[in-house]
């Protein structure tokens, strides 16, 4: 594997304050973007400030609090005394009660490294899985109601969804009052059928989708994590990419674009896709992975690897190739 040094790591971080006017958190952490991200940093040079210093790189406040690592475990240990629960989102929507995102970032590699500092991980956890049951019982109960007979009124709520937001997704249509997305999987068989029969679905034609094709049947836009399977050739070459993502149509068009990095083990690189003269032609495959209720996220992310690697060895036994670009 080839390992970044320090020297391009501190480059990245003057090519972004060159492209932004700022290096913060929240950009780096950003998968629009191709910037090694703050938890590298952290690992590298024990924080992201301790980075930015080093190429006098000057960090951005606003004017706001300076927080320091134990400001914010206890800010968060109270949080969530108070609420019963706390999540990234928290970080940005209240009012003071807590540090911005981008400022936990600078101190924690995540806000499960936070909350586990904070002994309160473990609350936490069974906090989230008891309202990912409550959700889904209100659901189940919410969708008790509609039949095949309501195909008309389900039809005529996704168009309004639609014309309301521009598009109707899971989220567009979770905003709303009424029936749910699991009401249009239970009368239609997923929702992409039901925005094509409200004459929605050409709409949802990404970029991606123009180069790659549709993605797949079995694809879940709901599934917590996907594992899947690129086809990508240079001028005398074909390769496979193998790769994981949670959010897999905007992982594609990063792809597609020729902003995302990858490995080239066979030539010893890394960069990204379009500077190694490499092009994406088509999504060969995609697994949905779910996370389960006795899951944490530790155990999720680390079954998710697993997946991801005895992906990569199959792929490579079954083209009989070597020219595998993600996974080990």
Same mark, same amino acid.
């Given at each position: 594997m080839v390992k970044i040094s320090d020297q391009e790591l501190l480059d990245e971080l003057e090519r972004?304050? @060159? @492209?932004? &006017?700022?290096?913060?958190?929240?950009?780096?952490?950003?998968?629009?973007?191709?910037?090694?991200?703050?938890?590298?940093?952290?690992?590298?040079? &024990?924080?992201?400030?301790?980075?930015?210093? /080093?190429?006098?790189?000057?960090?951005?406040d606003h004017g706001r609090k300076i927080y320091t690592r134990e400001d914010i475990i206890n800010k968060s240990i109270k949080f969530y005394d108070n609420n019963g629960n706390i999540k990234v989102s928290d970080f940005s929507n209240t009012r003071g009660d807590l540090p911005s995102a981008s400022i936990m970032y600078n101190y924690f590699d995540g806000i499960d490294d936070l909350l586990k500092e904070a002994g309160i991980y473990e609350d936490v956890i069974e906090s989230r899985r008891d309202n990912r049951r409550e959700i889904s019982k209100r659901i189940s109960k919410a969708n008790e109601k509609y039949t095949d007979d309501d195909r008309e009124e389900l039809i005529e709520h996704i168009q309004f969804i639609a014309g309301k937001h521009g598009k109707a997704t899971t989220q567009t249509i979770s905003n709303e009052d009424g029936p749910s997305k699991h009401a249009y999987d239970k009368i239609f068989g997923s929702l992409s059928e039901a925005r094509l029969a409200a004459g929605l679905e050409e709409q949802y034609v990404t970029n991606f989708e123009d180069k790659l094709g549709l993605l797949p049947d079995n694809f879940d836009?709901?599934?917590?994590?996907?594992?899947?399977v690129l086809s990508i050739h240079d001028d005398s070459e074909r390769y496979y990419y193998v790769g994981k993502s949670t959010r897999l149509r905007k992982r594609l068009n990063a792809h597609t674009s020729g902003k995302? /990095?990858?490995?080239?083990?066979?030539?010893? /690189?890394?960069?990204?896709?379009?500077n190694m003269s490499l092009t994406p032609d088509s999504l060969l495959r995609v697994i949905n992975v779910y996370q389960k209720d006795s899951e944490s996220d530790n155990e999720f992310d680390n079954r998710l690897s697993d997946i991801e690697h005895t992906t990569s060895y199959k792929v490579a036994a079954g083209l009989e190739t070597s020219n595998i670009l993600g996974g080990r």
């Open positions: 972004c304050y @060159e @492209e932004h &006017g700022k290096v913060t958190a929240t950009i780096l952490n950003n998968s629009s973007n191709d910037y090694p991200t703050q938890p590298t940093y952290n690992n590298r040079f &024990g924080s992201l400030s301790t980075a930015m210093d /080093k190429v006098n790189i000057e960090q951005v836009e709901d599934a917590d994590a996907h594992i899947y995302s /990095k990858i490995r080239h083990r066979t030539k010893h /690189k890394y960069g990204r896709i379009k």
